[in-house]
T-cell receptor, first 112, second 116 residues
Framework: DQQVKQNSPSLSVQEGRISILNCDYT??????FLWYKKYPAEGPTFLIS?????DKNEDGRFTVFLNKSAKHLSLHIVPSQPGDSAVYFC???????????FGQGTTLQVKP | EPEVTQTPSHQVTQMGQEVILRCVPI?????FYWYRQILGQKVEFLVS????????KSEIFDDQFSVERPDGSNFTLKIRSTKLEDSAMYFC??????????????FGPGTRLLVL
């Protein structure tokens, strides 16, 4: 199932700098998108979401951007902190179904 | 902060045995889900459950799988006759609503199932 893709398996950034995680999708029926953060041996933790009627949503250090024409979303973390080091998953859903489709995940490492 | 809990955290079983994975969703949530993640692969949707019945299920969720809400708090996933390929991390999730769009699903910590 390649409907949601995160093409970068890993990303390394310096503490204090911006982290940009990307996600592409193919299904135009998706109308909301979420980012989850996952530590080893834990479940995905919700970070931030965005509806398809918006192009930006911000929550503290986290901002999600949605480009519907390109079927692309990104998560910006600024400033990045070492505690942000984890696997980040984007997920997509549509309002006519409850299931989420996940990307493969991107491992973020923030170096002190 | 309310959270989804799952038991056990780890389960080792022999092929062909039945396993029951348990979840306690967040108390005011009405929609419940099971997902799984095979090592090195994506998190995959298995089933959604609302009002004591399955709302949607994936191709993975065949006759070997069943879900139940036996009481007002627990939500269970049963695998009747486990196969080697059922080895995975199983996540339970819940949401306040399921079809309103933008409904955040909150995940439990997972049960790691190993089938030998």
């Amino acid at each position: 199932d390649q409907q949601v893709k995160q093409n970068s398996p890993s990303l390394s950034v310096q503490e204090g700098r911006i982290s940009i995680l990307n996600c592409d999708y193919t299904n135009s029926m998706f109308d909301y998108f979420l980012w989850y953060k996952k530590y080893p041996a834990e479940g995905p933790t919700f970070l931030i979401s965005i509806s398809s009627i918006k192009d930006k949503n911000e929550d503290g250090r986290f901002t999600v951007f949605l480009n519907k024409s390109a079927k692309h979303l990104s998560l910006h973390i600024v400033p990045s902190q070492p505690g942000d080091s984890a696997v980040y998953f984007c997920a997509a859903g549509s309002s006519n179904t409850g299931k989420l489709i996940f990307g493969q995940g991107t491992t973020l490492q923030v170096k002190p | 902060e309310p959270e989804v809990t799952q038991t056990p955290s780890h389960q080792v079983t022999q092929m062909g045995q039945e396993v029951i994975l348990r979840c306690v969703p967040i108390s005011n949530h009405l929609y419940f889900y099971w997902y799984r993640q095979i090592l090195g692969q994506k998190v995959e949707f298995l089933v959604s459950f609302y009002n004591n019945e399955i709302s949607e299920k994936s191709e993975i969720f065949d006759d070997q799988f069943s879900v139940e809400r036996p009481d007002g708090s627990n939500f269970t996933l049963k695998i009747r006759s486990t196969k080697l390929e059922d080895s995975a991390m199983y996540f339970c999730a819940s949401s306040v609503e399921g079809l309103a769009g933008m409904e955040t699903q909150y995940f439990g910590p997972g049960t790691r199932l190993l089938v030998l």
